[in-house]
């Protein structure tokens, strides 16, 4: 396995865990861009926001609740905002698909 998230979610490399469930895992991300980050990612192994089909995006819209969860049990009440960067020019860094959740503070837009 040389997935890194398959190996934090196996949990052979640690995370600072916020959420687990059977489909979802949910962790700070180790490199903050603003004052609360964390990434939400599913459990199974999905390369990005381009291997998404109709077969595997369940889980998407899962992903989306347990983050409008987190988002209130952390008091992110100014708002937040998710992303997922999908590939070099995207910005896609893991081969895992996963959801930023930024926080914190004023978020530009566009982004850069
Ligand atoms: P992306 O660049 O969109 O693919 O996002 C990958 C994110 O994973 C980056 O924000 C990294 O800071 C974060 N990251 C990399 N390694 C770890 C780790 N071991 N624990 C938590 N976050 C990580
Ligand atoms: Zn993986």
Sequence with gaps: ???LFCRII???IPSKKIYEDEDVYAFYDI???APTHFLVIPKKHITG???ITEENCAVVGKIYAVIAKLAKELGL???YRVVSNCGEDGGQTVGHLHFHVLAG???SWPPG
């Design 31 to 33: 490199d903050p861009k």
């Design 105 to 107: 503070r004023l978020l």
């Design 77 to 79: 009440d100014h708002g």
């Design 1 to 3: 396995m040389d997935c």
């Design 10 to 12: 196996a949990g052979e």
């Design 49 to 51: 926001p381009d291997a």
